[in-house]
């Protein structure tokens, strides 16, 4: 069983930054593993906001791309979520989410998921 453990979340203004972090508990293999991070903000979906291949190749939707960056340190089976520029509709909680081969496609295993707030 994975176990993934987000940190980072937290209340900050808009136009603030925040980085986020998952680490996982795979060890080793860790960097045979695509990494995603969702979000789901109340009363709505959950949606995919940005995904890591084990080739270290980011993909970003709409919400994430040129404000968001997702990064990997296998060596520390972590993956990470910058989010600079941060506006209120990016509140919610966001999930880190391992997949369960190299690419980024299908559900995989998730963490317990951490809250951001952005709010003057």
């Known amino acids: 069983q994975v176990y993934l453990v987000e940190s980072g979340g937290g209340l900050v203004q808009p136009g603030e930054s925040l980085r986020l972090s998952c680490v996982s508990s795979?060890?080793?293999?860790?960097?045979?593993?695509?990494m995603a991070w969702y979000r789901q903000a109340p009363g709505k979906q959950r949606e995919l906001v940005a995904c890591?291949?084990?080739?270290?190749?980011?993909d970003y939707t709409n919400v994430a791309r040129g404000r968001f960056t997702i990064s990997r340190d296998n060596n520390a089976n972590t993956v990470y979520l910058q989010m600079n520029s941060l506006k209120p509709e990016d509140t919610a909680v966001y999930y880190c989410?391992?997949?369960?081969?190299?690419?980024?496609?299908?559900?995989?295993?998730w963490g317990p998921g951490t809250q951001v707030t952005v709010s003057s």
């Open positions: 989410n391992q997949k369960s081969g190299s690419y980024c496609v299908g559900e995989g295993s």
């Open positions: 795979v060890g080793n293999i860790f960097r045979m593993y695509a």
């Open positions: 890591i291949n084990s080739g270290e190749r980011p």
